[in-house]
T-cell receptor, first 113, second 111 residues
């Protein structure tokens, strides 16, 4: 049973480009969480999704950021018109239910140049 | 409302001495509580979890944590630090349907 898979592991984008981060949850997991870890800071919650639904997006910036978790395929975190401040590690986690332990991917390290 | 406070941003111990990483939480529900560890340039790994069973929870690599409801604490301990324990540690509270992270404690182990 493969773990949570995130790709790419490293992503470099120029300012103004779009970044698409992918997260394939563990088999049988229908809950996905996205977190951002800024340099020298802790993990900050961004969004919580179940299949085809956004449950809680209170941690998502109102502009340029969006997330989806379609019926088929991975969850996608999309950042439009990236800026230098978006440079961070983005972690995805999945769980079978909302109150059980989450399993984390290795993260995607986004660098905006 | 849910929140997690890790009382120390950095902890430094000598190899072979005890480790104490402090965590206090607040939750409107009876929460589940977790400790995760993140080694440099690595993902997050679950160390241990509390889910309303025994209040003393044993995890991997010799770590354990005690849930104290009266103090709303879930401190992480290890009797004897090893060099490989140097990492960032996150305390997490989970009411239903989400995970809330503390800001992390960076553990340094001095040889």
């Amino acid at each position: 049973n493969a773990g949570v898979m995130q790709n790419p592991r490293h992503l470099v984008r120029r300012r103004g480009q779009e970044a698409r981060l992918r997260c394939s949850p563990m088999k049988g997991h229908s809950h996905v969480y996205w977190y951002r870890q800024l340099p020298e800071e802790g993990l900050k919650f961004m969004v919580y999704l179940q299949k085809e639904n956004i449950i809680d997006e209170s941690g998502m910036p109102k502009e340029r950021f969006s997330a989806e978790f379609p019926k088929e395929g991975p969850s996608i975190l999309r950042i439009q018109q990236v800026v230098r401040g978006d440079s961070a590690a983005y972690f995805c986690a999945s769980s079978p239910k909302g109150d059980t332990e989450a399993f984390f991917g290795q993260g995607t390290r986004l660098t905006v140049v | 409302a849910q929140s997690v406070t890790q009382l120390d941003s950095h902890v430094s111990v000598s190899e072979g001495t005890p480790v104490l990483l402090r965590c206090n939480y607040s939750s409107s529900y009876s929460p589940s509580l977790f400790w995760y560890v993140q080694h440099p340039n690595k993902g997050l790994q679950l160390l241990l979890k509390y889910t309303s069973a025994a209040t003393l929870v044993k995890g991997i690599n010799g770590f354990e944590a005690e849930f104290k409801k009266s103090e709303t604490s879930f401190h992480l301990t290890k009797p004897s630090a090893h060099m490989s324990d140097a990492a960032e540690y996150f305390c997490v509270v989970s009411p239903p349907d989400n995970l809330f992270f503390g800001t992390g404690t960076r553990l340094t182990v001095i040889p």
